[in-house]
């Protein structure tokens, strides 16, 4: 089993920054992929950025060049780093894992965090 817990969430106003963590326990942390994903009320959960075992990243268009997505293994902590907010960013974020199991062949179970709230002011 794996737990995650988000921090960091926020009001700021438009253009401000902050920095989402997101402190994993359980299981083998170098082994996951790790993302962010967002829900905004009435919408669907979308992802944001990933980071890979080895470190590659992926970010979603709408968030390409703002935000920044890493991890540190040796603190088993993933970050996103968010600049230039704008008030379309306010949404609940989620940390998930996607953790590699072996049964009788190689599935992936994802873990959810509970959410930290983001909230961007004109």
């Known amino acids: 089993q794996v737990q995650l817990v988000e921090s960091g969430g926020g009001m700021v106003q438009a253009g401000g920054s902050l920095r989402l963590s997101c402190a994993a326990s359980?299981?083998?942390?170098?082994?996951?992929?790790y993302g962010w994903y967002r829900q905004a009320p009435g919408k669907q959960r979308d992802l944001v950025a990933s980071?890979?075992?080895?470190?590659?990243?992926n970010y979603a268009d709408f968030v390409k060049g703002r935000f920044t997505i890493s991890r540190d293994n040796a603190k088993n902590t993933v970050y996103l780093q968010m600049d230039s907010l704008k008030p379309e960013d306010t949404a609940v974020y989620y940390c998930?894992?996607?953790?590699?199991?072996?049964?009788?062949?190689?599935?992936?179970?994802?873990?959810w965090g509970q959410g930290t709230q983001v909230t961007v002011s004109a």
């Open positions: 998930n894992a996607k953790v590699p199991v072996f049964m009788t062949s190689w599935q992936v179970n994802d873990y």
């Open positions: 359980g299981g083998t942390f170098g082994r996951n992929v």
């Open positions: 980071v890979s075992r080895g470190g590659v990243t």
